[in-house]
């Protein structure tokens, strides 16, 4: 049973999630100890907060906006028509803070902040820079991998709370405004205070658990895929962008496949037997 | 005798191809060693073996007395701060200007304050004649400034032991002079211990320096220039043709 276990330990350290796993509990585990220039591994972590979440506002801001609105249009528009009106701020949660608003952002880093990494790693790993890091003594997991990792847990917590909020308050305003251009929106007779009581009085304490644990799983999740990828990178430029094009799918992938191992506790809510 | 670098039995494969078979030697503190032998025959494997970039297949390589395959990671990074290495490729770093990639063993090592980081990477930058590029990129300078740049984050940490790939490789003849009387001034004035690896045989001789040829997986013992060149072998032989010295 022993032999068994430890054979099945070994197939996975040597498998896809396995070095994952192992890459994230290397990076983690520079947490623990103390790096020789505290300034200047914060400053490493500053910029890449910086690069990751601070330079990809706009996109997020638009991307919300635009789903922000279109939500609300469909949830005040139909729902009252097939008698689920009392429900909008449970949709309009489930909708957008529990689902959309993490998923959406981590695809936006996937493909920003993700791309980006991987090929900079991959080209760093081609020009031999990672063993330059490696023969002046620097671990490259401590100064690369893990100001990375935590940046873009960090940046992805602030983007995700950021879509939430754009997607919530932009789209009501949105719609507010475009009421006196397309007819149709005139319609829509909902004050601010009670789109938002709806939303609020909706949100329980597991969302709001859910809005911080998802974002920063599925940075650490995005950001370990794409580190994965560029630091394994052979000696061959034409590699970096099959890299890339790896970083980016899986990343989209797992941020799925987690995505729904999330929401399979919240099932028991619905008194669907598993 | 300060031994600072010796390889001993050092075996190292790629596949069934047996790259480097028993190497033996030892550098002491101050002396430089060339490593010449023909394209492919192991030499920049052999200096990636003894700046523990690779693990040899068998074989023991010991830095400052310390075997590098026995010692603790973080013991080793520590270590490497003795010791300087420069790529055939000078391997800077690609977002970083010549001034923070000479300055940053030094930041993230943590081993001097900030102002003498400063006056320390300053000095060195103009003991390498360029300084005035510090605040250029790697991908906006010529190969001689990337080269001395590379040397110059090499040497930056003041260390014992310097291994160097190709230094002279694609440089025009100026830019080669100007390199190896740097070369020379570090060996010979700063008493640094130096292993370089290059197809440049008259960089050896220009720096007075024991050269050992790799033949087939083995190094030969290391001899002077002159010595080599009466060499009966018709290895080193074919190599001196190779390099059209005759």
């Known amino acids: ?274 | 005798m300060n031994i600072v670098l010796s390889a001993n039995n050092l075996c190292y494969s790629i596949g069934s191809h047996k790259v480097l078979d028993r190497v033996n030697f030892y550098l002491p503190a101050g002396e430089s060693l060339f490593v010449c032998g023909s394209s492919g025959q192991g030499k920049s494997t052999l200096l990636r073996l003894l700046a523990g970039l690779e693990k040899p297949d068998m074989g023991v390589v010991r830095i400052f007395d310390q075997d590098i395959q026995e010692i603790a990671p973080k013991r080793f990074d520590q270590l490497k701060t003795k010791l300087g290495f420069v790529f055939q490729n000078s391997a800077l770093i690609s977002h970083k200007t010549v001034w923070e990639n000479v300055a940053l063993p030094l930041i993230y090592h943590n081993l001097e304050s900030a102002d003498q980081i400063k006056e320390t990477v300053d000095n060195t930058l103009e003991m390498l004649l360029i300084k005035q590029y510090q605040n250029l990129y790697p991908s906006s300078l010529s190969l001689g400034i990337q080269k001395r740049a590379a040397i110059a984050r090499a040497i930056v940490t003041r260390p014992q032991l310097i291994m160097m790939d190709e230094p002279t490789i694609g440089l025009d003849r100026i830019s080669r002079g100007v390199l190896l009387a740097l070369i020379s001034n570090i060996i010979h004035v700063n008493h640094v211990a130096m292993i370089i690896v290059t197809h440049d045989l008259f960089a050896a001789r220009e720096l007075k320096s024991k050269i050992g040829v790799l033949k087939d997986g083995e190094l030969l013992e290391p001899m002077e220039f002159e010595q080599l060149h009466d060499s009966q072998d018709t290895f080193v032989a074919q190599l001196f043709n190779e390099l059209q010295l005759h």
């Open chain 1, 1 to 274: 049973m022993i032999q068994l276990l430890n054979w099945l330990g070994k197939r996975f350290l040597l498998s896809y999630p396995g070095e994952l796993v192992a890459l994230g509990a290397s990076a983690l585990s520079c947490l623990f100890h103390p790096p020789a220039n505290r300034k200047s591994e914060f400053s490493q972590l500053v910029s890449r907060t910086y690069l990751t979440g601070v330079e990809a506002i706009p996109l997020v801001v638009f991307v919300a906006l635009i789903i922000g609105t279109v939500t609300i249009v469909q949830a005040v528009s139909v729902m009252p028509k097939i008698g689920a009106g009392d429900y909008f701020g449970s949709v309009m949660v489930v909708v957008v803070i529990r689902e959309m608003g993490p998923l959406f952002t981590a695809f936006l880093i996937a493909g920003r902040t993700g791309s980006a990494l991987s090929t900079f790693l991959g080209n760093m790993k081609v020009q031999q820079e990672i063993d330059a890091l490696r023969v002046m003594g620097i671990n490259p997991t401590r100064y690369l991998i893990y100001p990375a990792l935590m940046g873009t847990m960090i940046a992805m917590f602030g983007l995700t709370v950021l879509f939430n909020l754009t997607s919530i308050l932009g789209g009501y305003f949105v719609v507010r405004s475009l009421a006196g251009i397309i007819p149709q929106f005139a319609d829509l007779e909902l004050s601010l205070g009670l789109f938002l009581e709806r939303i609020f009085s909706s949100m329980s304490l597991v969302d709001g658990l859910l809005a911080i644990a998802k974002p920063v799983f599925f940075g650490m999740v995005i950001s370990l895929i794409s580190c994965y990828h560029g630091i394994t990178v052979g000696n061959d430029t034409r590699q970096v962008p099959d890299a890339t094009n790896r970083a980016v799918v899986n990343s989209f992938v797992f941020t799925i496949v987690f995505d729904l191992l999330f929401a399979v506790p919240l099932l028991r809510n619905l008194d669907i037997p598993l």
